[in-house]
């Protein structure tokens, strides 16, 4: 009868957590309808106010011509690279090895859109310019993401962005910007939405993870793209008769939440300096360029993790629920600031970081 | 400045309306949201209990093993064919040439999947099995839609269903069904859903039809189909962060409404006799089997526009926003009873139906 508490269990159990907005749960939805009448009509297939007012407000947004509202990132990723190669009549595109079209779709590109792929750098840095010079291979399409997730959520330089734009261009070469977590990198790189947008063709943003909505996705670009992308939106069974209970939500905590990426990014960037000054303990990137970055221990999982209960019993402070071995003496996790790290009292954050610290001096190797 | 009112404007101008369950507004997510918690957690991409409970409910009412939520119908079945397809290896389906995958979903079952279709009987009529005998093509998978909606919502006789399902077995062609309307002509056959389930292979379930959900759909087989579904719902973009939006109004509104069929029949039956009573006017089936049939008038629309908008203006009663030219002389519209039918006083029905009558025995052939 004996149970052995387990990381997540102990995470659960924590006061306050680093990371997020707080729990997914039946309240996001809630408080986003709460001023919401019941009268307000829902969208019909794609048609009607709710879904067309905010496509044209996240066109606006990001300085394109029109925007269509999906139910998914997977879905209208897979659709803008389809539309590129039909439109170039050249099936394969390019992208980073650990896209998430690579890594997290059952290889949906391949087996629904038959489109081949070419994995550009290597999987533990960002694809530069002369990678994109040095292809061998004729691409349609090129997708970058900002940031690049599985790597800490690194960023190239502006100035790189911007050449291998002009390069793109200049070779033909459509460039699709997947940006997931577009607004968290704009205080970085000091730029609007749409200034960045401007350098891509196509972009597809999602409401779910800094913005904090519950799913759902945006791609935008030219009219005749996204025209185009709605009829594959209704292919892929996308095009459901009422999305509201997405859009609402998506443009509640958009508002809510666009102007505090500032805020979560320098979080971010306090939070770091506080894991890299504890023993074994570093982030990727060592200085986070959005509000996202890996936090790094030099011992297994099955070292750190009961450590990391002791310290989540003893401190209240919850830091993540899953750890994972990246090889025989090492350990991460993902960590992206919002709402919740600025509401923690400060003394609490230094007494966990400071246990920590003690914890992870202890620790064998 | 003359602006002539349209059907639709007067349609949304009256006080009681004869078919379905009233407006698709946000009213109907949040009625369904009043009991919920604010700490019910949300199902993670296809995990947890929210989506798991209901998956159970359904995989039980439907009779299969296992169940799994879609998003939609369109993702729901090209899946289920194309899986069938695979295990086939044979990439022919058999449908009605009036099945919503061959008008309604932009081809995704043969632009994704790349799958030929072999499309059995007239527009006009059921697929009977002599159809199925006779077809000169080898199939991998039959679907068959209960009621066949585009031709008024029209049912095989029992015995020529279980006739088909016994034939497809003995022959090795798998039966899927879509059921998008199922729960709908269960009265009818006097069978529960697991037994008309039994006579197939996979079974399609739409939750907003006459359940009256928001949106979403169930498939459900056996353990291993069901299992290869999740792998495609990835694929097609399908396998969302969160889905309970969609799921908490699926399971409070089917508990409301599955055992109210019967009574979306017999006033579906107790409508088409009052239709079929007035000039010009015929209901096809003539008899309902299930709580929908159409509305055929022997007059093109632009001749019965006018006097619908005057029959909505004089009794506040509404039959229909649109009208579809089915001829030169003939159009028509689908009639799905719900909630509302059994909420408006028998007089004002009446009164509707004597003016409506009237109205078409004066009008001009």
Known sequence: MDHKTTLQEAFNETSVQLAGHGKRDAGVLKKAFVDIEDTLSSDMYGEGKVISDFEAEMA???????????????MAQQIALRIWCDRKELKTVAYHPLSHLEIHEQDGLKE??????????????????DD???????????????????????????????AISAYCRKQGIILHL????LFEVLPYYGKTAAEVCSLFDSVYI???KGIGGIAGAVLAGSRDFTAESKIWKRRHGGDLISLYPYIIPARHYFRQRVDKMGQYYEEAMELAVLFNSCAKVSTLPEVPVSNMFHVRFAL???????????????TGVGLTGRLKNTGDQSCSFELST???????PKDKVKAAFALLDKLMQEAQH
Do not use: W
């Open 60 to 74: 606006e947004v990001l300085g394109k011509e029109t925007a269509v509202f999906f139910p998914s990132g997977t």
């Open 112 to 129: 629904l859109h038959h489109i081949r792929t070419v994995l550009l750098a290597d999987k533990d840095r960002l694809i530069t310019l």
């Open 132 to 162: 994109v010079k040095n292809m061998e291979t004729n691409i349609a399409c090129l997708l970058l993401e900002l940031p690049q997730r599985e790597i800490g959520g690194q960023l190239p330089e502006y100035d790189e962005l911007e």
């Open 178 to 181: 997947d940006g997931a977590r």
């Open 206 to 208: 999602s409401v779910y």
């Open 300 to 314: 297994p999982a099955e070292a750190v993790e009961p450590l990391l209960i002791k310290l989540y019993e003893e």
């Open 338 to 344: 919002g709402d919740l790290y600025g509401s923690i």
